[in-house]
């Protein structure tokens, strides 16, 4: 089985900046597309940045040209550093990855156990 564990969620002020990071561990044959999520009390989880294999990288608006997802894929592991961040920005976040067990698995959906970000001052 896979493991994702979580780490970096604190409190921090409006205008700083924060890292998290999401390793794997497991029986893992490779890794596809990772990505960070992250729900707000009362709304809906929703997609902040996403990186596939190859490098290319999507970010919602709202985190545009503030986050960014790098990945090393030599420790099974994404980031997520975010620059300037904002009291909006306050949500628990959650990694996923997909991951495949074997050359001929199909590829499964892991989920981290989530860490709380909160902005204020």
């Known amino acids: 089985q896979v493991q994702l564990v979580e780490s970096g969620g604190v409190l921090v002020q409006p205008g700083g900046s924060l890292r998290l990071s999401c390793a794997a561990s497991g029986s893992i044959f490779s890794i596809s597309a990772m990505g960070w999520y992250r729900q707000a009390p009362g709304k809906e989880r929703e997609l902040v940045a996403a990186?596939?294999?190859?490098?290319?990288?999507n970010y919602a608006d709202s985190v545009k040209g503030r986050f960014t997802i790098p990945r090393d894929n030599a420790k099974n592991t994404v980031y997520l550093q975010m620059n300037n961040l904002k009291p909006e920005d306050t949500a628990g976040y959650y990694c996923?990855?997909?991951?495949?067990?074997?050359?001929?698995?199909?590829?499964?959906?892991?989920w981290g156990q989530g860490t709380q970000v909160t902005v204020s001052s």
């Open positions: 990186i596939t294999s190859g490098g290319d990288t």
């Open positions: 996923n990855q997909q991951i495949q067990h074997s050359r001929w698995g199909r590829v499964q959906y892991y």
